[in-house]
């Protein structure tokens, strides 16, 4: 029943920006954890922004600065800003959520950024 859907992605340039957008339905997401990650062929999924319930963020240090993730509870969406984009942020973005004390999570089916000039 739960569904995450992804949207926003798509080609960028060198330096431009793109908003990343998670509706997730079927449930109620406030005790979870939300989150970004992304992976490139060959390479490990990597986490590249979460926040949390109470809103605390985390970044991996490629994006700091760069990046904002932010969550809308009413409206059940998590969202990632990137800004100053970079060739080397290509990859297909996953977005994730994780209750903060049950073991439940659930991953959507991905969207592709490509930044490329």
């Known amino acids: 029943q739960v569904q995450l859907v992804e949207s926003g992605g798509g080609l960028v340039q060198p330096g431009g920006s793109l908003r990343l957008v998670c509706a997730a339905s079927g449930g109620i997401f406030n005790n979870y954890r939300m989150g970004w990650y992304r992976q490139v062929p060959g390479k490990q999924r990597e986490l590249v922004a979460v926040?949390?319930?109470?809103?605390?963020?985390n970044y991996a240090d490629s994006v700091k600065g760069r990046f904002t993730i932010s969550r809308d509870n009413a409206k059940s969406t998590v969202s990632l800003q990137m800004n100053s984009l970079k060739p080397e942020d290509t990859a297909n973005y996953y977005c994730?959520?994780?209750?903060?004390?049950?073991?439940?999570?659930?991953w959507g089916k991905g969207t592709l950024v490509t930044v490329s000039s």
């Open positions: 994730h959520v994780r209750h903060r004390v049950i073991a439940l999570d659930y």
């Open positions: 926040i949390t319930a109470g809103g605390i963020t």
